[in-house]
């Protein structure tokens, strides 16, 4: 008995320090990594006004990154599980950043479309091998949480995005180049300085991890690999992990994530031209009022984790979600630039919470043979949204110089995709104890079985 309360000891502070030390590396990277997706929104009338992009040329570049990203998401994937996690990392920040950082050169819209292009190639497989780096490292009744920390980075980027956009579009004129060249030029080169920098900080495999005693592990690796056994006992060890992938089970996640993705993806990079309508708006002050959609969904996805821990299912937190995202979206359509802007907030709430509800259905119920490439295929077909939402939007816009119709479509989406939720399979869990532990204690949660989960 005394052993066992040694291992959770161990296990509880094994994943304690992967949440002091591992996750900051990667919300660092995931800052970068929503810096260098959502410039391109803020520098949209300027590269209309130097270079003579449109708004339908502007949506077709915006989303021909995310035709990239699915094309190479799941190749990249599996070159992450060949070379591990640093090295593959590492990989795709620098070559983001170069891509990024030439992006401050670019003279045509062809130019443009390639370089989008490129962009979507070089970070593709960047989110699913986060998620799966969690898969083995953390323990299944932590990594909800883990993933809703991750997730929850992206909504802080985007709220830093605007005024950092901002005061580098200011630096007009500064040593012979335009604003948005420093905005594409100093982000991109912050990429591939962190890149460097996260090789010599990011470890592998647990084995490599020297922040870690012994024990603790042992005591990580033990029950990771036990939660794998779960899953694969039997007759599962000869699985074909293809075949699993056409479960209809995917497909339908596929299109729930597709949903939150066209949100996410249509207020990322036309959000700045929205709040520009609101009269005696400058670069600086749209940067600032940009973040508030992005504020206020920080705070709504810290009070979703924590309902979502205490929840035996999270199908109907991701519902509401998704109804408060249409909701949002719909009232936005319909008011005064100023209250748009407020009820953008609301919907970002919505649809930026479903994000890390969505994630713990698929990592907690797929079989661990399949969850790699299954992540990397939901997520790149998912992110497809990003595609169709800002190449609409830029067609809407040119054709009828407003983007009401698509924010219709927006909430049209959003509410559909709650519907689908409910043919959602889930593993539900048991309801936690009433006293939290400590932050990385081990609960029955975290020593319950992924399968059961």
Sequence with gaps: MQSVDIAVTDLASATKKFFRRVLPIMLVMLV??????????????????DVGIGAAAYGFGAGLFFIAYAIFELPSNVMMEKFGARVWLTRIMISWGIVSFLMAFVQNEMMFYVLRF?????????????????????????RGKATAIFIAGSSVAAALSGPIAGMLLSLQGALGFRGWQWLFGFEGLLSVAVGI?????LDARIEDA?????????????????????????????????KMLLNPQILLLCGIYFSVQLSIYANTFWLPSIVKQIPGTTDLSVGFLSAIPWVCAVFAM???????????SKRPLLVVA???????????????????????????MGFKSASPLFWTIPQSGLHPLVLAP????????????GFVAPFGFGL?????????????????????????????????????PAAEAPEGAATAETRQPAAAR
């Design 32 to 49: 970068c990594n929503q810096l260098n997706r959502s410039n391109i929104g803020y520098a949209h009338e300027h590269l209309e006004a």
């Design 118 to 142: 490129l962009l979507g190639a070089a970070e593709a497989g960047f989110f699913p091998a986060v998620i799966f780096y969690f898969a083995r490292w953390v323990p299944a009744g932590q």
């Design 197 to 201: 920098t996260v090789y010599f900080l």
């Design 210 to 242: 020297k922040w870690l005693t012994g024990r603790e592990k042992t005591a990580l690796i033990s029950a990771i690999a036990s939660e794998d056994a779960e899953h694969t006992t039997g007759k599962d060890t000869k699985v074909n992990r293809w």
């Design 302 to 312: 810290y009070f979703a984790a924590k309902w979502q821990d205490r929840a035996k």
């Design 322 to 348: 998704l109804l408060v995202a249409a909701v949002g979206t719909f009232a936005a359509a319909v008011a005064s630039p100023v209250l748009a802007l407020v009820f953008l907030a609301v919907a970002a």
């Design 374 to 385: 299954a992540i990397a295929i939901i997520n790149s077909l998912g992110n497809l949204g």
């Design 396 to 432: 809407i816009k040119e054709q009828t110089g407003s983007v009401v119709p698509g924010l219709f479509a927006l909430a049209a989406a959003s509410t559909l995709a709650a519907g689908l939720v409910y043919f959602l399979k889930e593993r539900t869990t048991s309801a936690p």
